[in-house]
């Protein structure tokens, strides 16, 4: 029944938004630990590589989250209530854009070696290339929801909730569409998840231990504190529609 559908995928969106708050904190927590290695790495080593490893779980743990929520509620994932306007504006195919990491390792660590560099730029190009035919996917799936034939379908089962003749089989027929839709949508979402995940994988492996603590570091400060400001605006703007409300 509808009604029990909604309530479930209602159920579903707030378990990932439970998830995502606990992984927060552990991900403050992470880099808390981070920072701390970066201090005392000398002769560390073991030490370092398993904070890495562990680091890099707690994202595939969040990816593993994410794709079964994709799988129960894919529009979801598009238009995710859990993150801040701020944090939805950096978003590419419901995620960060891969290409942001080379960014961070440029930023963050200030000793790359001539090869690492090399290696680095040619793994930037085949990433871009890849983003590329990402977005090209995405911007074909968003132009076949517009396309005369789903839309003058969906225009006929608007008509005939009026005069309620056939209306099962347009219905059916509109099943159909919105199952094809789904189906494209988790393919691309799938893709650029394991294009995210592959590719910082490959950087952590083009970099030593501390130089990795150092990009790791980035990318956990990053994310936070985009969190931390696009929530400190909502407060703000929810502040101020409450003293226009009031002022009246």
């Keep these: 029944m509808p009604g029990g559908s909604y309530r479930s995928s209602s159920h579903d969106d707030n378990s990932f938004e439970v998830f995502l708050e606990g992984w927060l904190i552990r991900q403050e927590q992470f880099l808390n630990e981070l920072v701390v290695a970066q201090d005392t790495f000398d002769d560390q080593e073991n030490d370092m590589r398993d904070l890495i490893s562990r680091v890099l779980a707690h994202y595939q743990e969040y990816y593993e989250e994410k794709s079964r929520m994709t799988h129960r509620n894919v529009f979801r994932a598009f238009s995710p209530t859990w993150f801040s306007p701020l944090e939805r504006s950096f978003l590419w195919i419901t995620g960060f854009n891969p290409g942001l990491i080379f960014n961070l390792v440029t930023d963050s660590v200030n000793n790359l070696s001539e090869h690492q560099v090399q290696r680095l730029n040619w793994l930037k190009h085949e990433t871009k290339a890849e983003e590329r035919s990402l977005t090209e996917e995405m911007t074909q ?108």
């Excluded at 517009?146 to 099962?168: C, E, F, H, K, W």
């Excluded at 094809?180 to 952590?204: M, P």
């Design 141 to 248: 799936i968003q132009e076949s929801v517009a396309s005369p034939p789903l839309a003058d379908l969906a225009r006929r089962v608007g008509m005939q909730l009026i005069y309620t003749d056939n209306i099962n089989t347009e219905i059916e027929e509109i099943d159909g569409n919105i199952d094809q839709l789904k189906t494209a949508l988790e393919n691309v979402v799938t893709d650029a998840d394991r294009l995210r995940t592959r590719t910082a994988e490959r950087v952590v492996g083009l970099l030593n231990p501390l130089q990795s603590l150092k990009f790791l570091s980035a990318v956990g400060q990053l994310q936070l504190r985009v969190r931390m400001m696009g929530m400190e605006r909502e407060a703000e703007r929810q502040q101020q529609r409450n003293e226009h409300s009031n002022g009246w």
